[in-house]
C-alpha cells in the first residue's frame, strides 16, 4: 500500500495527500500553487502529469478540487469517480490521521452538491 501525506489549510481548504509518483516535485509544487491561488499554474501541472499517464490519486484529486475552485464541477465529478474507479490508497494528513483516497474522493462529490463551498486538494 502506498502512503502520501496529506496537511490542512484552515477550515474551509483541505489539503490531501502529497504525491509519491514518480515526479513528486512536480505533484509538491501544484501542491503549493493550489495554496497560494495560482491555480492555473496548478492547472497546468497537474494536466500535464495526467497526460503523461499519471493515475495517482493525489493528482487526480488536486486537479478535481483545481477545477472545482474554477467553477467547473462537471470536469472535477469526472475526476473524483476516477480516483473511486481505482484502487484505494492512504494519505496520512498532517494531524498524522490517515484518509483513504476514497474517502476523500466521495467528501469532494459530497462538496460540490453544496452551494459555496470550497473543495478539498491533494498535494
Same mark, same amino acid.
Given at each position: 500500500?502506498?502512503?502520501?501525506?496529506?496537511? $490542512? =489549510?484552515?477550515?474551509?481548504?483541505?489539503?490531501?495527500?502529497?504525491?509519491?509518483?514518480?515526479? &513528486? %516535485? +512536480?505533484?509538491?509544487?501544484?501542491?503549493?500553487?493550489?495554496? &497560494?491561488?495560482?491555480?492555473?499554474?496548478?492547472? *497546468?501541472? =497537474?494536466? *500535464?502529469?495526467? *497526460?503523461?499517464?499519471? *493515475?495517482?490519486?493525489?493528482?487526480? /484529486?488536486?486537479?478535481?478540487?483545481?477545477? @472545482? #475552485?474554477?467553477?467547473?464541477?462537471?470536469?472535477? !465529478? +469526472?475526476?473524483?469517480? !476516477?480516483? =473511486?474507479?481505482?484502487? +484505494? @490508497?492512504?494519505?496520512? #494528513?498532517?494531524?498524522?490521521?490517515?484518509?483513504?483516497?476514497? +474517502?476523500?474522493? !466521495?467528501?469532494?462529490?459530497?462538496? $460540490?452538491?453544496?452551494?459555496?463551498? /470550497? %473543495?478539498?486538494?491533494?498535494?
Amino acid at each position: 500500500m502506498r502512503i502520501g501525506t496529506v496537511a $490542512l =489549510l484552515g477550515s474551509a481548504l483541505a489539503v490531501m495527500g502529497i504525491a509519491s509518483s514518480a515526479n &513528486a %516535485q +512536480d505533484a509538491q509544487y501544484a501542491h503549493a500553487a493550489i495554496t &497560494a491561488g495560482n491555480l492555473s499554474s496548478a492547472e *497546468r501541472t =497537474l494536466e *500535464r502529469e495526467t *497526460r503523461a499517464g499519471s *493515475r495517482e490519486p493525489e493528482v487526480l /484529486l488536486n486537479l478535481a478540487a483545481v477545477y @472545482a #475552485m474554477t467553477q467547473r464541477p462537471t470536469e472535477a !465529478r +469526472d475526476l473524483y469517480q !476516477r480516483v =473511486l474507479e481505482t484502487r +484505494d @490508497a492512504s494519505l496520512v #494528513m498532517s494531524s498524522s490521521q490517515v484518509a483513504s483516497s476514497h +474517502d476523500v474522493a !466521495r467528501r469532494g462529490l459530497r462538496l $460540490l452538491e453544496q452551494p459555496g463551498a /470550497l %473543495q478539498i486538494t491533494a498535494r
